[in-house]
């Protein structure tokens, strides 16, 4: 038998542990080699497409493949090379960031990389700003988005979007509620597109930070926009800037908020906002309590607006803001000490200024016509022009040198400060020759009263005006609302009512003027020929219950015959033409007002002159046709002598 010393023992574990040792180095080798042929393998791929397309390779690509971040902006690859960028990254395992802006690869490019990003699960984050992809590319986008599970993070901004494209993406992103962030800055949706972008906020449940600065969605597609967020529940970035809201946009804009509880970011920088629309937008904001940055900067505001922003955080305990931008405002001392007062309150408070010295911007309050100042101090007082001027126009020719006149106005009692009696001296001398005629004022009170007359008509007219408009945008913007609701499986629109049992519809969008003419219009401004070839979609405008669409088509349409037929006043109006009277408020005014009778009595006069001059006009009107008749009774006589 073999004998075994300690020492061959030894030898045999050090023999062991040596080969060990080997067979791990030679792992580890191995190992770096497949790394090393790996890498070699993604560069082979793509120097070797490069070659079959014919471009130029990019180097920096070929340095950073062990990169997570690929920046390859500004590189000027082309449709041609991100065909081949495309055919490397299909099998890569390490590029989660793909960074291409400013490179025009076009709707052609576009297609490369769709194609790859249905195999590449590992890309989360892809910037495809500038590249002019026009719509063709937003279609491929969008199918890609429609598949794609990977993607977190899209940028698309400035590829000549127009508003038939963001139907693509409502449509996309309806069902991918995996994309986080979106970029469709700088590109031209306008107020179609806005209603498909409020159809996106109503429909998805993933989207937290959208950009839409610089478009043009304007008041039309402010208002369907602002429908969709008002019941969007996942967003909290949000950037409009640039898009010309106006003060229409912001009283939508209000609306939502007061409803909206996730929006924390809003950018509503250069929207052509003034005081009024911020202070329709502090009327949303006094019910919200989740936004804390507020960028209003570069609009038309003074101190006024920013006094209104601080007292509306001051007046609300509830409010989270804690960051207002309007850098381009000057404001004053009034305004630097509501702040402070507001602060001890709302200590996380920023309100970011241009400076002190600022003023409120409203319009100085129009001084009262010297002549017309004149006319009241000579009535209240029952005295004449010459009377009050006699002193000085001894003469009575109501003419007197200006000098004597400014020292008559000025010594009387009569309330006319120094520039009112300067203004009413060039108007009294318009030709500089140094005498006043004060007679002037003698035919004043008519003309200002006229005056006075057009002036309140205006203003009554203007503010008639702003109050129709302010109406008809709330009641569009309800009726967007209730358009993108999810949860309502009918939308209202002058194509139909749609039913379908099987769940909830996705918002279809609807141009806004349907949404006017369903909403605003007037049913007794539609006539039977405007309205008889067409039939409008509307609710039963007799109940008071709301519409709801069943299954009987007659109950889901009403023509205008319909409407007239079951409306009281129209019925009325049909019985009254058939009786020959000729208007309604002359039957009302006679058998219903009591006073009719005792009012006409009370004044005989009136009653006693008005059937002589009836009298009167009927005598010359028999006389006329007498001559008339008597000329042909002579004629035969003549004739016959």
Known sequence: MPQFSFESLSIKD??????????????????????????????EVYMEACKLVGVVPVS????????????????????????????????????????????????????????????????????????????TGAEYVAKMLLDNISLHSIKLSGNGFIDDDSKYFADALSTNSRIKELDLSHNEFCGRGGEHLGQLLANNEGLEVLDLSWNHLRMKGAVAFCAGLKVNTMLKHLDLSWNGFGNEGALALGEALKFNNTLVHLNLN????????????????????????????????????????VNMVKNTPQTALEEINICNVLVNQNFVHLLEVTCQEHPSLEVQYGGVGGFIAKKPPKRIDPMKVIQDYLDQRKLRLWDFFRNIDKDGTMRVPVAD????????????????????????????????????????????????????????????????????????????????????SMVISPGGAKEDSSGPQHFSATPLSSWHHIVMSNSSRYSVTNLSNDHVHLPMLGRTTPYRPTSSP????????????????????????????????????????????????????LNAKQP???????????KKPKKHADKPTKNPTQSVK
């Open 14 to 43: 050090d023999d062991y542990v040596s080969s060990d040792l080997d067979d791990e180095s030679e792992n580890l080798e191995k190992d770096e080699n497949k790394k090393k042929n790996k890498q070699m393998s993604t560069a």
């Open 60 to 135: 920096y690509f070929l340095r950073n493949l062990d990169s997570p971040t690929m920046t390859l902006t500004h590189h000027g690859i082309g449709p041609l090379g991100c065909k081949a960028l495309s055919i490397a990254l299909v099998a890569d395992m390490h590029i989660n960031t793909l960074e291409l802006a400013d490179n025009h690869i076009q709707a052609e490019g576009a297609k490369y990389l769709v194609e790859m990003l249905r195999a590449n699960f590992i890309i989360q984050q892809l910037d495809l700003s500038n590249n002019y992809l026009k719509s």
């Open 270 to 309: 250069n929207n052509r906002l003034t005081n009024e629309g911020v202070s329709m937008l502090c009327r949303g904001l006094e019910f919200n309590d989740s936004l804390r940055v507020l960028l209003l900067a570069y609009n038309s505001l003074t101190v006024e607006g920013a006094l209104a922003l």
């Open 405 to 488: 006149f400014r020292k008559a106005v000025q010594q009387s009692s009569i309330p006319l400060d120094r520039y009112q009696i300067e203004e009413l001296i060039q108007r009294l001398d318009r030709d500089r020759t140094g005498i006043v005629d004060y007679r002037g004022l003698a035919d004043t009170r008519k003309q200002m009263m006229r005056d006075h007359r057009r002036q309140l008509k205006k203003f009554e007219s203007r503010q008639k005006k702003e109050k129709q408009k302010s109406d008809r945008i709330l009641k569009t913007f309800q009726s967007a609302v209730e358009a993108v609701t999810p949860r309502s």
């Open 554 to 605: 007659a109950m889901r349409s009403y023509s205008q015959p319909n409407l007239l037929a079951d409306s009281p006043h129209s019925a009325l109006g049909k019985s009254i033409s058939a009786q020959g009277v000729r208007s309604d408020p002359e039957m009302g005014h006679s058998k219903f007002s009591p006073t009719a009778n005792s009012l006409t009595r009370s004044r005989p006069a």
């Open 612 to 622: 002589a001059g009836k009298v009167k006009t009927k005598k010359v009107k028999k």
